[in-house]
């Protein structure tokens, strides 16, 4: 058997794989934030179908970090009911489930909030505007309240941890990152003032958590901005977070400023090198300058692909999201002996019925699906005729 198939430990949580469900956007909670039962049956099937750990689509832990209508909340106790049906649905099936914590920054909705962004400095927009407000110490003291209070909830609701969102050019990739960065104050300018806010951050959702239950991040490993992150801070910024107790790094690249071809959830195979992941050679990277865990995601469609990352030490899990809408069995199907290439043609589909308000799913799946049962029935109806 494959050792990406093997029982293992990360973080104090036993896995039954090596194969991770990363975060993306559902669109699958209430006006209010509520889960809405469609998303337990989502995170079930993905379960069921063999993933070792699921990370859900990011939570907002305080009202004005909300990026869209449908996002689920942390932000206040009455979410917890419907987050612990959602951890129960996973556990029940098998798997293990961690909460995403994310906070939009510059890019939350003034529509869904009723309030202005606010971000760590106030970034221009392609216009000039700027597109938020800079956070006073007064705001970043609090955000980091509010995060560990909503790690405090997932605890509470039964998910096995959490994974604060530092990725993609949400609020703590912003702080990150000197392209969005332009503090003068203690939470600027150098790669350790800037990575404070996240240590701060982390440090309270241990001290709510306590020291066993796991924290994870989620970072880019380059911005793909000129005067963005790269590789090389991001070796910096990942150092800092091991020192200060983070549990594992995921990471990813890109922002919705990137150049063309590099934002987060790139089309078809463009920029995807001869081995098949796009942050490859940063991962390798980062597993020699770290010893806590690495999990990579990232145009990774190919079971020998995922095989090679674990073999060469690249990485330590595998983490996918596109591939597991289009076939949240996947996994199984791989382990059952059928390794045959991921079915997902990254044509970012999946996004359209997420963003009119019908929930995650594959529309290019669900035609095909569709054709399928036609094609039995007309056959069925021949025969009949026959």
């Known amino acids: 058997m494959s050792t990406l198939f093997e029982q293992n430990t990360l973080a104090g949580m036993t896995l039954r794989n090596r194969f991770i469900r990363s975060a993306t956007f559902e669109g699958m909670g209430s006006d209010n934030g509520l889960v809405k039962p469609g998303l337990n049956g989502k995170m079930r099937e993905l379960a069921d179908g063999g993933v070792g750990l699921i990370i ?29 049906h959602m951890a129960a649905a996973v556990h029940m099936n098998g798997g293990k489930i961690i909460l995403q914590l994310g906070h939009a920054g510059a890019m939350a909705s003034t529509a869904c909030t009723g309030q202005e962004p606010a971000g760590p400095s106030a970034i221009p927009g392609k216009d000039g505007k700027p597109l938020c407000r800079e956070m006073s110490l007064d705001d970043i003291d609090t955000l980091t309240e509010n995060i560990a209070d909503g790690a405090r909830r997932a605890k509470k609701a039964g998910f096995d ?20 960065n332009k503090r003068q104050d203690e939470f600027g300018g150098s790669v350790e003032n800037r990575t404070k806010i996240v240590i701060m951050a982390l440090k309270k959702i241990k001290a709510v958590t306590g020291g066993g239950y796991p ?75 770290v010893k ?26 595998i983490a996918m999201s596109r591939p597991l809408i289009r076939e949240p069995q996947l996994i199984k199907r791989w382990e059952s002996g059928n390794t045959a290439r991921a079915s997902c043609e990254s044509c970012n589909s999946c996004f359209r019925p997420v963003l009119t308000g019908k929930g995650l799913y594959c529309p290019v799946g669900e035609r095909l699906k569709k054709q399928a049962m036609q094609s039995i029935e007309q056959e069925r109806e021949a025969v009949l005729q026959a």
């Open 161 to 180: 941890g959490v994974q604060i969102h530092a990725a993609h050019g949400y609020l703590f990739s912003q702080f990150l990152s000197p392209y969005f």
């Open 56 to 84: 859900t689509g990011h939570t907002y832990f305080s009202i004005e970090g909300k990026a869209s209508p449908g996002k689920v909340a942390v932000d206040r106790d009455e979410c917890i009911p419907g987050l612990a």
């Open 215 to 289: 924290v994870l991040i989620k970072i880019n490993s380059d911005d793909f901005i000129d005067g963005g992150i790269n590789p090389d801070e991001m070796l910096e910024i990942a150092q800092l977070l091991e020192k200060n107790g983070i549990d594992a790094i995921e990471i990813s690249g890109g922002t919705h400023f990137s150049k063309e071809g590099y934002d987060p959830v790139r089309k078809g195979n463009r920029a995807i090198p001869d081995h098949g992941a796009y942050y490859f050679k940063a991962a390798g990277k980062l597993k020699q300058s």
């Open 292 to 317: 806590v865990p690495v999990i990579l995601v990232g145009g990774i469609r190919a079971f020998d692909t995922a095989q090679n990352i674990i073999a060469s030490k690249a990485a330590d899990y």
